[in-house]
């Protein structure tokens, strides 16, 4: 099946910094998505982006799909941007959704 | 109103019990799925049920036993609890299967479930 790998594993953040999270995926795919998951467990859709760029407040992702890889950019972080970052992908043919493991980002004040 | 809900959040239980996790989602989807997100946060998908039907049917133990009664609804039965079980078990739906443009999953909040 397609292989999702997420870097960094880990990232500690000053508030007020940005910071880029990468997605790289094995195979083409038909369906990309970002997930927040917040310290207390909810698992919040970001973005659906299989390709191109899309902004949202602070929050921006780019997919290149040609290339195999998506980037979740994060600007001026804040303490509530803490959390799980999870990228998903469903291959092209599949039904499946298949997760990274994730960047588990934390914003100190 | 919640999109995808699921009862209970919480389920303390004894090894052996058999118990259940309901799950509603009130978006008209056609798709519906169960994930288990185990303690290292990794998701991975257990089942999908399309238009009741079952789609995905991955490699988990013939304990768990998912049961749709229409497209809003997708419940799963688990049998004879291990300590392994334990995990947060998460629904979630979409407007219909596979990878069509457009087709984000929505997540319920999670059923924590703690086997003693």
């Known amino acids: 099946g397609i292989q999702v790998e997420q870097s960094p594993p880990d990232l500690i953040l000053q508030e007020g910094a940005n910071s880029t999270l990468r997605c790289n995926f094995s195979?083409?795919?038909?369906?990309l998505q970002w997930f927040h998951q917040n310290p207390w467990g909810q698992l919040i859709n970001l973005f659906y982006i299989p390709s191109g760029t899309k902004q949202n407040g602070r929050l921006s992702a780019t997919t290149v799909a040609t290339e195999r890889y998506s980037l979740l950019y994060i600007s001026s972080s804040q303490t509530t941007d803490s959390g799980v970052y999870f990228c998903?992908?469903?291959?092209?043919?599949?039904?499946?959704?298949?997760f990274g493991k994730g960047t588990k980002l934390s914003v100190i004040p | 109103d919640t999109a995808v809900s699921q009862t209970p959040k919480y389920l303390v239980t004894q090894m052996g019990n058999d118990k259940s996790i309901k799950c509603e989602q009130n978006?008209?989807?056609?798709?519906m799925y169960w994930y288990k997100q185990d303690s290292k946060k990794f998701l991975k998908i257990m089942f999908s049920y399309n238009n009741k039907e079952l789609i995905i049917n991955e490699t988990v133990p013939n304990r768990f036993s998912p049961k749709s009664p229409d497209k809003a609804h997708l419940n799963l039965h688990i049998n004879s609890l291990e300590l392994g079980d334990s995990a947060v078990y998460f629904c979630a739906s979409s407007k219909h299967a596979g990878a069509s443009s457009g087709n984000t999953i929505y997540f319920g909040e999670g059923s924590w479930l703690t086997v003693v």
């Open positions: 998903a992908v469903t291959a092209a043919g599949s039904y499946q959704l298949t």
């Open positions: 195979d083409s795919v038909n369906n």
């Open positions: 978006l008209g989807h056609d798709t």
